[in-house]
C-alpha cells in the first residue's frame, strides 16, 4: 500500500483511539469503584443504547474481515457464518435474554448459583467463562495483526506482532481504567462507525452492478475460478463426508453458541429491568441482521471486483478482502478516492477489533474476580476487591490472548470464532438451560455440564486439523490429529447435555425445591431481581 494509504488511515484509527481513551479517561473520574460499576455501568444505560452496544459487541472482526473473505474463497458456503450469526440472535431472544437478566447479577455463574452450591459452580463456570473468552479474544488479535500488515504494505511478522502487542495494551486500558460504562460507550460508537461503513461498502457494490444482485453472484461466479460451483453448496464443506459432518458441526456451534457467550450475556446486566433486556436485544436484531445481510453483499462484491485468486494472494484465509473491495471502489491503488475508502474501512475495522476485545476482556476478568476469586479467596467484608483483582486478571488475560494471537495469525478470523462458539455451545448453554429449565437439576449435573462440555470440545481442537496435520495447522510440521473435523461442535454439545443429564441422575443430591421454585418465579416475572 502506498504512504497515503498508511497516512490516512492510522490519523483516522488514532483519531477512535483517542476519543475512546479520553471517554475511558473520563469515566475513570467519575467511578465509584463498586462491583455494580465495575460489571454492570451502574445498570444505567437504555434499550436503545444497550441494544447498538450488544451489536457493537457481536459484529466483530470476525463478522466483518472474515465472513466477507470466507465468501469471497468459497461463496454459497461462506454465507453459513452470516446465517449462523444470525440465527443465533433468535436462541437469545426467546431463551435467554429475559430469564438471565432476571436470575443473575453479573455473570453466567450468578445464574447458576441462584439454586446450587456457589463455590463448585462458580469454579465450574468462571473457568468455563475464561476458556471461551480468551478464545474469541485470539481471532480478534489475528484480525489486527492481519489488517496492520496490510496497511503497512508487509506480510511479515513484524507488523502483525506489534499490532497484536498494541491492541492488547489499548484493551487492558480499556477495562481496567473505565470498566463496563467506558467500554459500554466505545461499543456504541464503534457501532455507528461499523454499521455506516458497510452501508457505504454495500451502496457502492450495488451501485457498480446497478442494482442487478443476479449479475453481483453470476461475476463473482466468473471471477471465482469455479463456475457455477461458487454459488453451489459443497465447495468447501462437500468434498466428502468428514466435511458434511464439519458443516452440520459448525452450523451447530455458530447457533447455539451466542446464548453462552459470556461478553453477550453479561450485557444483560446493564439496562434497569428484564423487559429493558428483551428490548435491547429487539434493538439488536434489527441492526445486527442488517449488518450480516450486507456482508453477503460484501463477500460477493469482493469476489467479483477483486477476484478471489487477488484475496486469496493478499492473505490465504481472506481476512483482506473488505480492505482491497475498499480500494477498487473507490477507484484503485493509487487513486484519491481508492486511497480515502480504504483508509476509512481499515481504520473502522481496527476500531471493531479494539471495542470487541474490550468487552471480551471485562467479561473474562468479570468471571475471575466475582467467581473464580470470590469463590477461592476473598474474604468477606471486602466488598471492593473483586475490582482490584478484575484489573489485574484483565491484564492477564490480556497477555494470554496476545501470545495466542501471535501464534494463530495464520487463521481465518471467523474460523476461530467458530471454535470459540463451540465451546460456549458445549459448556455454558447445557448448564444455563439446565438450570433455568429443569425442576431436578443439581450441583454435581451443573459441573458435570460444563466439564463435560469444556473438556471435550478443548481437547478435540487439540487433536483437530486446526493443530495439526495439514499444511493449514498451526503446527504444519507435526502430525497428531486424531479427530477429522475442525469444529468440535457435533460431538462436543451433546456431550455437555449428556454429561448435565448424568451428573444429576447420578448425584445423592436432593433437588431443592423451594430455590428452584424461586428462580423460577424470578425468572419469569422479575420478582427479586438485582
Known sequence: MTGDHQTLALLLFSGFVAVTLAITTWVSRH??????????????????ENGFAIAGDYMSAASFLGISGLIALYGYDGMLYSVGFLVAWLVVLLLVAELVRNCGRFTLADVVAAR??????????????VAVSVLYLVAQMVGAGTLVALLLGGSGTAAQSWAVIG??????????????????????????????????????????????????LLTAAERSGHGEAFLAPGLAYGSDLTARFDFISLGLALVLGTAGLPHILSRFYTVPTARAARRSVVWSIGLIGGFYLMTIVLG????????????????ASGNTAVP??????????GSTGGTVLFAVVAAVAFATILAVVAGITLASSASVSHDLYASLRRRRGEPYSEVAVARIAAVGIGVVAIALGLLARDLNVAFLVGLAFAVAASANLPVLLYSLFWRGFTTRGAVWAVYGGLVPAVVLVLVSPVVSGSPESLFPGVDFQVFPLQNPGLVSIPLGFLAGWLGTVTSGDTPDEARHA???????TGAGAV
Not at 446450587?116 to 467463562?129: L, N, Q, W
Not at 424461586?518 to 419469569?524: A, D, K, N, Y
Open 518 to 524: 424461586e428462580t423460577e418465579v424470578r425468572s419469569l
Open 324 to 333: 482491497l473491495l475498499a480500494l477498487d471502489l473507490g477507484g484503485g491503488a
Open 31 to 48: 467511578r465509584h469503584g463498586s462491583p455494580e460499576e465495575f460489571y454492570a455501568g451502574g445498570r444505567l444505560f437504555s434499550p436503545m
Open 116 to 129: 446450587m452450591r456457589e463455590r463448585p459452580v462458580r469454579i465450574a463456570a468462571g473457568t468455563s467463562s
Open 300 to 315: 460477493f462484491g469482493a469476489a467479483a471486483l477483486v477476484g478471489s485468486d487477488t484475496v486469496r494472494a493478499s492473505n
Open 167 to 216: 491492541v492488547g495494551a489499548l484493551m487492558v486500558i480499556y477495562v481496567s481504567l473505565g470498566g463496563m460504562r467506558a467500554t459500554t460507550w466505545i461499543q456504541i460508537v464503534k457501532a455507528v462507525l461499523l454499521l455506516g461503513g458497510t452501508i457505504a461498502l454495500t451502496v457502492l457494490v450495488l451501485l457498480r452492478f446497478h442494482g442487478d444482485f443476479n449479475r453481483l
